[in-house]
Structure formats: structure tokens, C-alpha cells
């Protein structure tokens, strides 16, 4: 849960890496910020967590150049910006936070790019250990939808809201707000959590009713699934101790969304602890699928190979069954859809493929 | 509302399509289909109905030749999976027609790509004079939500639920479902409806209280609006006689975004009628607000260029008030996005310029 303590915390972690500046200035010191480095050499995995984390190198924003010094301007008035904004109980988008910076006094502080203001309130994450979320800061858009046997509270602005996840919505389901720590879990009956990439198959689930028979929440991913998306499913895990699966397209760029789930992603491996569910599992569409239930199918492309080939010296692919897959896609040179499953019917997917999977699996 | 009726008039509609096919066999004529030839030139204003429709010119599918007679043949076919699907009281996805193709007996009528049979369910709309919601064909994504003082009931396949898009609903709001004529409108308090491009913006709004204060309905289009979100724009203007804003970025693709809900699109001209709403007005942001409130821009690149004159053409655009915004907008060489209104603080958009621009449109 989001409180009043956690926006505390934040505005103060803030306010820290502010002083520490300030002392170094004061004791002589050249001010710098150091990060871990952040590309694929510098990730490993953590046994302990079972989840991927930044490695020992590192690299440092330092005010001995003019673009090192024009960067930490920019993360004092970032700083000052979310402190103000911690303290009115306000939130801004990442997009409204570049834009807002041409507002500030001092013209060598506004950011040239968007780019540059993620990337400095990714830093910003790091360094002082609290997400995005808790700086109040939002995406763009998430998005994504629940549907399943879960009754919850969302503490809003307008006050609090009870609402079950399956009686109180529409057929579009229940909207994940940009941060689900405003939810709390009351009462539930799922058995498991079916993560599902394309609002196709999300759709076609719910129709089927399989959420009810199954007593199964479904999450809907959305192709590359929202910081949002992977907390929420993060604390169905974790809060109520459940079985996560994960079912994509069988084709490379869909591993990649299951990996995000999973084990987190580059971009965001400082925070794997927070959003990473390193037991999820892997439903399908897998290539053994593909051979197994003779899906229709579209040939690999060439950047569909060179993205297999890049995941096989991938960390967080280097798993037994996922060089087995992977290995096995590159040979029959095919990709399916989840949606293939329809050349054997409408209800082959909840009759047959999800079921035998499911239990294949020891998740049913 | 969509009702048992609605279901049996698309069914007997579809009936009376292939039993045409059967007639012309049986009089010894050689079976076609007539369809509007579906081309911007062929795209005129209808003044009656205030909105875009298709012109004179006809294309006909005759099966006086093979490839002709394969796109016959996948009618009849699709025809009857949709009469069936109806007498089921059933729905799927285009992109499960297509793959469902694969297990008809005739393999001449598989598809060979989803272009083919997203394409024949707008020309079986067209003859037909049904809509793809009413053969219970559901997109990929809609997604799209409302927030806003209006109790709606939504008739699911779970039974009836009866929502308040303000009370009974998280700070994601209400998710508009794939056919929204399941909706009935109940009360509401609603004075005017604001579409809002981009989710970072109707976050904005939302976290300002701008729903409340002034009792407006935030429809969030997020992008390119699906056909649900333009279908629920168009009744919520015509059963409850509301005015209908729409506030978009300042370039030449929400533009067109603005055109999609008032006028229709080329693609769906068929279906203007049920989904476009020609009152509909656009806030913002016009080339004049750029110039006027003096926002943060980037320059037009080739394709803005191409896309304005492009739109100068458009029959759809060829009013006084968008032949002089976008001829502004060629002369001053420069975009905004609706967020760059941020740059005068997070306020400026709920406490001036919105209130500025709705009292200039006699809206508030």
C-alpha cells in the first residue's frame, strides 16, 4: 500500500542525494552521482532473489565537465520538482516533466529530449533506492485490465472504492491504475493467474467463461506489459501465494514479454525486486506447441532469428527448457499466434490446449 | 441496445445475402456482389446527415472469374460461421475468422492473409447494411475509458451490472466494452463531453478534479479511437443531446484523429451514420495556441508537411476554420503536443486554457 510513510520516505530519500551534494561541494569535493552501468554485460542473476540485477561496474555523472555539471543541475531541479510535488500530494507524467522544466529559471537546466528526463528519473530511482511510482511520477498510459475472483479497495482521490473483479465491472474488465500499490487485496477465490498478451485471447477467455471455471484471473498484458501490469501481478504472487502463468504469441519478441514478467528487463533491473516474478511460467505458445497441436503458421523472418539467437546468449534465457525451445524454433523455422489455436475452433483454447498445459504443468 | 432482435436482423440479413447468390445461380445469371467503390475520391459530403458517405461509383465481385468466384465462395463461408455464431449468441475476432478459416473443408476458402477477411467483413457490412458489432465480430483491442457523472447499466454475458462512471469505478475509470450499444445510459449529470487524446493528459484532468468541477465526461480516445469509443461518443451526443469536444495534439494526426469522430473515416464511410458525430467541435491544440499561449514546439518534419497539404484536399478539412489553422500552421513551421502545456505548470490546462477555449466555443 501506498501511504503517506512511502511519500515520506521518498521525499527525504530526495532531499538526501540533494545534501550529498551539497557536502561534497562543501568539502572541496567535484559533486558526482554513481550508478551501476546499465547494458546487458552488466546484468546477472541474483540466486538469492531469483531475479536479475545490475553487476559490480559502474559508471558516474561528475561535475568536472560542463555536460557531467549541466546533468546534476538537472537532478536538483528534478528533485526540487518532486519534493514540491510529494508535498502537495501531486503527481506529473514523465512527459509533463520535460515540458515542465521549460519553465524553470535557469535555461541550462531544461532537458533537451524526453529521453534525457527518463533517463535522469530512472537515476534518480537507483541512486535513491524508491520507484518512479512513490516520486508520484506516471507513465503515459498502462492500461491493462483484471478480470477474475478478487475483491479489492482502491484508495483514489475521491476516496476509497471496493470492487470485485468480476462482479462489479463490465466485460472490459477492471483498469489497473499507474499504481497498484493504491490497492489493497480483501478476499479472493483464485486458484491461479493467467497472464494473456493479446486482447484477442483475453477476450475469447472471458467469453468462454474460463476465469469462472477455472477460478483464474486473468490479466491482460497488452503486448509489452506496464510497469503497472508486472507490480500487480508481482503482488498476486507474492500476497497470495499464487501459481503466475504466462501466455504469448510463440515467437521471440513474446519470450521477451513472458522475460519482462519473469525476471524484469535491462532497463529496469533496479527494480526487479519490485517488479520481477522470477516463478512465472511459461504456458505457450510454444515451438513444441507449434509441431505438437500443427498450428498455422508465418516463416521466421530474419530479424525474428537474429532476435532467437540474441535471447540464446541472453541470461535470462539460458535455462534448459528455453534453449530446448528455442533451438527447436530456429530448426522448423516457424512462429505462431496465440489466436492460431482458432483453426481448431472456437473453444479448443479453454477445452483442450489451456487445460492440458495447465496440467502438464501441475497448476491444475 | 443490442438485443435478441438485433441478432436475428443481422442473421436474416446475412440469410438473404447468400440466398441472392442462390437466385442468381438458379435465373442462370452469374453470381455478384455490388459493392461502393471505397477510394477517397469516392467519398462525398452528405448534407442531410452532416457527415461523409460513399459517392455513386460501384466495384462489383463477380465469379466470372476464378479469383472472383474464391471471394464468392469465402463469403458463403463466412456467411455461415456468422449466422452460426449468431444462432449461438457467440462473438470472435477478425483475427480469429481468419485463422478459423483454416478448418473449413473447401481449402479455396481459407484466407490467405487477415487484410483479406477484415476486408470482406466491411464489404458483408456494407451490402448488408448490419454492423461488424451486431455479427458479433469484436476488434483486437478497444480499451479506450470513460470517467464522468454518468450511471450506465452494461448488459454482460454474466447478467446485468448497473456502474457510476465516477463512484463505482478505480482512477483507471470505466472500460468501454467492444459493442457499446450493451450499454444503456441510466442518470447523469454530464454537461459536455471532452475527448482527450492521450492517457497523460485524461490523467491529468482526472487527478485535477476537471470531471468534477464541471461536470464533463473525460473519454479517453488514446490514439486513433477504436469503433466502441466512436460509437459511445456518438450516442452519448445524440441520446443525450450533449456537446462533444475533442482535444487532441497540434499536428497533422490528430487532426485526423478529430476527423475520425466527427466525420467518419474513408475505411468505415458505410458506417458514418452509426459511428461519426458531426457536431463534434475541436478544442485543441490549434496552430492559433501555439502561437498564442506561446508553447514549447518541434518542428513540422516532412511527413507533417505532406500530411497538411494532404489534409488541405481532404473534403472533410475544406471548412473556413481548418483551411486557416492549417495554412497557420505551414507558415509557422511548428507542432505541439497537448502536454506541452505543462510548461506553464500542471494547472494551466484545467484552470485556463480549457476554461478559455470552452467559453470561446460557448461550451461553458
Redesign the interface.
Known sequence: MSTRTDEERAREQLIDLAAEFYDQFAGGQIPEMTLPTRTKSNIEYDKESGVWVYGDRTSSRSANSVRGARKLLKAVYTIEFLAQQLDEG???????LY??S??WDNSEAHFSDQDESNQLIEDLEIVSDVTREDFHM??????A?LMGPLLLR?Q???GE?E?HC?????????????NPD??EFLDNDIDFVLCVE???MR??LI?N?FD?QYNCMVVHL?GQPARATRRIIKRLHDELDLPVTVFCDGDPWSYRIYGSVAYGSIKSAHLSEYLATPEAEYIGIQPQDIVDYDL?TDPLSDSDINALESELTDPRYQTDYWEEQIELQLEIGKKA?Q????????DFVTETYLPERLDAMDVI
Open positions: 501531486r503527481s506529473s507524467t514523465l512527459r509533463e515540458y515542465l521549460e519553465s506516471r507513465p503515459e498510459e498502462s492500461g485490465t482502491e483514489t482521490r475521491r472504492r470492487i468480476q462482479e462489479d465491472v463490465g466485460e472490459g474488465g477492471y483498469q489497473i491504475p499507474n493504491t490497492i493479446t486482447g484477442g477476450d475469447r467469453e467463461g469462472e497488452k498455422p499466434e489466436q492460431a489455436l482458432a483453426s481448431r475452433g472456437l
